[in-house]
């Protein structure tokens, strides 16, 4: 910014222009030259002064090109210097004494320390009139200044100006050989790279060439090679007919539309039990055999239409020794074509797969056979790959887990069926086998979908790859649901048989005991009842071990019937005598008093006796008691009915069954579950049925039938 100090306009109109012209010298901010500092020495000596400065007034400041006696000043403030007065007029700026111009009053130059008295200076002007600094000189005295001193000034002034062109025109001089420097390198440059250009035109040409020659060597070794293929060639097809003939696979041409055999290898005349003679004859000729077989139509329709006939193990009735024999084939018969496009002859190549077939179908036999059984069994089979869990399984397999045929099952699947308490045993059972290379055996819980529980059996064996990585586990499973269950049965059914025995023991063992103790007096009114109870114990311990006699005897099919004919309403009357007699029940016979039957009277004596023992103690409280008898149309039947509390129908279909003992709202009765059970044999084996007809609070019925003769 100009601080101005003179107290009047100090920056001419033209001055934007005036400063362009001064940016043109490119001479401000540069540093000092001998040939400035030259000429403002010469202006303090000729002047006797002891400053003289070479200012280039610019825009803001004034830049100092040459300063001689002012230091090391490199510029001035333009408002400052009186440089910037001197610049406002072509003519020389004198102040012969300062302090008598009114405009440097303020200047600090004049008016400060430094003590400037006088000043004159000359405007350097450039050639098209702009003025852009002055050469000037300074004393700290006042001075007068003359005509000749201005125009000595102006002079100088003028040379400083000259030395200025001249060095503006040496810089663009120097501009203009930069220039002209730079264009001749890129010449150079371009000289350059189309010589390299040139040079690798050079090379491809050198190469191409080179690959021309070696392409002439190949072709004249290409026809020495063709020379020595044509005498290779003439040797394979020797080589092929020998390989043809000995080939382990039955190769054959047959030619014309009778399809004479042209050529035929060892192989297919084994094949065809035929020898060497057959060459040249008709295929139907040489082979009759084939009559009302498909091939020779086939044949005929590979030649008539050109297109390839494969067979994939087809069945073939050919001769050997005499006898026809069933051979199996993989064979193609291939259409050979002339020129033309027509077919003149087939190729006929077979192989052989008699053996294979035959081992495939033995193996289907054996897989019917093994599918059956695995049926018979209900086993099922499963495939479990360790690595990625999968399982493929049969159906019954499937249906051991409740699963229907399109279900979904891999190990994961499987793990979710198994009940909780179940899988950790599992999956070690599983690890064990595969760690020892041992068969597993697992038995486990599964929950079915329906939410019923089964027993499952699984059974397999680890499969093992060439590296001793388990791969597989290949097994049968089997639901064990009734075994399990019986096996329960059993148990508690040995505890309560134990039980049950224990009862009547103990009480005889009291008896006896009592009954010892009182030998000496035989005339004790307690020794009847003792005996009238050691009686019954023991005639309760008889019907047990009866009982389990019986149970013994069914189950090893020894129950042997001795069948007689007897009327059932006198086997009726005759049984249950102690029933009669305790009185408290009374058996009513009912029905068909006449009807008879052909069957064993012990055992089904047995039986009623069961019905009716059971009245009596599940429904102590009905005082009648019905035997009724029926003569239907093909069979006598027989029920024992009481009015008792009935049975709930949802127990009904269980009460037959071996060890089936019914809860009796929390009332205990004795008894092994076996009466009914061993009745219900009786009469199967008598070819009869039995049953049971109940309402709860109304009684039940307990019936069977026995077939008319
Ligand atoms: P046990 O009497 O030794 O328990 P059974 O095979 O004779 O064995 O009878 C099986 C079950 O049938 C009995 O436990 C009982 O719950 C039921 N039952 C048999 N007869 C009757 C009946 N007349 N009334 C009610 N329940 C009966």
Redesign the pocket.
């Known amino acids: 910014m100009i601080e101005n100090t003179f107290g009047i306009n100090i920056v001419p109109e033209n001055d934007t222009k005036r400063i362009d012209a001064l940016r043109r010298y490119r001479i401000t901010d540069t540093p000092a030259e001998d040939s400035f500092d030259g000429i403002a020495r010469l202006a303090t000596q000729i002047f006797n002064v002891p400053i003289s400065l070479l200012s280039l007034v610019d825009a803001e400041s004034v830049f100092f090109k040459a300063n001689i006696g002012m230091g090391n000043a490199k510029e001035a403030n333009r408002g400052k210097s009186l440089c910037a007065l001197a610049i406002l007029d072509h003519e020389v700026t004198v102040f012969e004494d300062a302090l008598k111009e009114p405009c440097l009053m303020s200047n600090p130059n004049v008016m400060g320390d430094f003590g400037l008295r006088f000043y004159a200076g000359a405007p350097l002007i450039t050639h098209d009139g702009f003025l852009i600094g002055t050469l000037c000189i300074i004393d700290k005295k006042t001075r007068e200044f003359s005509e000749s001193d201005r125009k000595i000034l102006e002079g100088l002034a003028a040379t400083a100006m000259e030395q200025i062109e001249l060095r503006r025109s040496s810089l663009d001089k120097i501009d203009e050989l930069k220039k002209s420097n730079l264009q001749l390198t890129n010449t150079e440059l371009d000289l350059k790279s189309a010589i390299e250009e040139l040079a690798a035109i050079n090379e491809e040409m050198e190469a191409t060439n080179e690959e021309l020659h070696t392409a002439n060597e190949n072709v004249s070794k290409s026809y020495d090679l063709t020379v020595v293929l044509n005498k290779n060639l003439q040797n394979s097809e020797l080589r092929l007919k020998s390989f043809i003939s000995k080939a382990p696979i039955a190769f054959g041409i047959l030619t014309g539309e009778d399809l004479a055999i042209e050529v035929a290898n060892d192989m297919i005349l084994k094949i065809w039990g035929k020898d060497k003679r057959i060459l040249g004859k008709p295929i139907e000729e040489a082979l009759p055999e084939l009559k009302g077989q498909p091939y020779i139509p086939i044949l005929e329709n590979v030649f008539k239409t050109g297109i390839t006939y494969v067979g994939d193990s087809a069945h073939v009735k050919l001769e050997s020794e005499g006898d026809l024999k069933d051979c199996y084939f993989d064979f193609i018969y291939e259409p050979l074509k002339n020129n033309e496009g027509e077919t003149v002859a087939i190729i006929v190549i077979a192989n052989e797969v008699t053996d294979r077939i035959l081992k495939k179908q033995e193996m289907e036999v054996l897989n019917k056979q093994m599918e059956i059984a695995l049926h018979a069994g209900q086993l099922g089979s499963y495939n479990l790959n360790l690595i990625t869990g999968e399982i493929s399984s049969s159906d019954q397999c499937k249906a051991n887990y409740g699963l229907t045929n399109d279900s979904k099952l891999d190990f994961d699947d499987l793990m979710h069926i198994v009940v909780p308490e179940y899988r950790e045993v599992l999956n070690e059972k599983i690890n064990l086998s595969i760690k020892n290379n041992t068969p597993l055996h697992a038995e486990y819980l599964v929950k079915w979908p329906d939410e019923s529980l089964h027993w499952i059996n699984a059974a397999g064996l680890p499969n093992y790859d060439e590296h001793g990585n388990a791969t597989h586990i290949i097994g049968v499973t089997v639901d064990i649901t009734k075994r399990k269950n019986y096996e329960t049965q059993k148990d508690d059914f040995l505890s309560i048989a134990s039980h049950e025995l224990k009862t009547p023991i103990t009480s005889l063992k009291a008896s006896i005991q009592l009954l010892s103790r009182l030998k000496d007096k035989p005339t004790h009114e307690m020794i009847p009842k003792l005996i009238d109870q050691s009686a019954k114990s023991l005639e309760k311990l008889s019907t047990l071990v009866d009982e389990l006699l019986n149970l013994n005897r069914l189950s090893g099919g020894n129950l042997e019937l001795k069948k007689e004919v007897f009327t059932v309403s006198e086997m009726l009357d005759a049984c249950c005598d102690d029933i009669r007699i305790a009185g408290k029940h009374h058996l009513l016979l009912k029905g068909d008093l006449e009807a008879t039957i052909f069957a064993d009277l012990q055992r089904i004596d047995q039986v009623v006796v ?1 019905f009716v023992n ?2 009596v ?3 102590p409280l009905s005082e009648e008691i019905h035997l009724i008898v029926e003569k239907l149309e093909d069979c006598v039947k027989v029920s024992v009915k ?1 009015f ?4 709930d129908s949802q127990i009904q279909p269980f ?1 037959f069954d071996r060890y ?3 809860n ?1 709202n929390g009332k205990k ?1 004795s ?7 061993i009745s219900s044999e009786i009469i199967k084996r008598h070819g009869g049925e039995i049953g049971v007809e ?1 309402r709860v609070g109304e009684g ?1 019925s ?1 019936w069977f039938t026995i077939p008319s003769i």
Do not use: P, Q, T, V
């Open positions: 069961n059971n009245a103690k599940y429904a009481d008792g509390d009935g049975i009460l089936y003992r019914a009796h009765y008894g092994l579950g076996l009466g009914l059970y109940s039940s307990f």
